[in-house]
């Protein structure tokens, strides 16, 4: 399994950003793909999760009306809309999976919300 993020970057508040996470060595279309981020410091929280058809998402109450989690199972890649960012969205977001009970994560691409 391995799962790649880009997109991250720096943006002042207020401004979007688009993340995406390129998904490979496993039938991406079966599993729920999960955002989640890290800021220095604290634990690793989740943002966003997405069905395996796309069909449900769900949200932590810090991002909702504000993150948008999709999916294209052609592309095997899910992506994190991002608007209306906040200082505090700082960090580094990663994507994850469970497959066959093993969690996996991506390497991390770093969002700096500053002005």
């Known amino acids: 399994v391995q799962l790649v993020e880009s997109g991250g970057g720096l943006v002042q508040p207020g401004g979007s950003l688009r993340l995406s996470c390129a998904a490979s060595g496993f039938t991406f279309r079966w599993y729920v793909m999960r955002w989640y981020r890290q800021a220095p410091g604290k634990e690793r929280e989740m943002v966003a999760d997405i069905s395996n058809t796309g069909g449900s998402t769900n949200y932590a109450d810090f991002v909702k009306g504000r993150f948008t989690i999709s999916r294209d199972n052609a592309k095997n890649t899910v992506y994190l809309q991002m608007n209306s960012l906040k200082s505090e969205d700082t960090a580094v977001y990663y994507c994850?999976?469970?497959?066959?009970?093993?969690?996996?994560w991506g390497q991390g691409t770093q969002v700096t919300v500053s002005s």
């Open positions: 994850g999976t469970i497959v066959y009970s093993r969690e996996y």
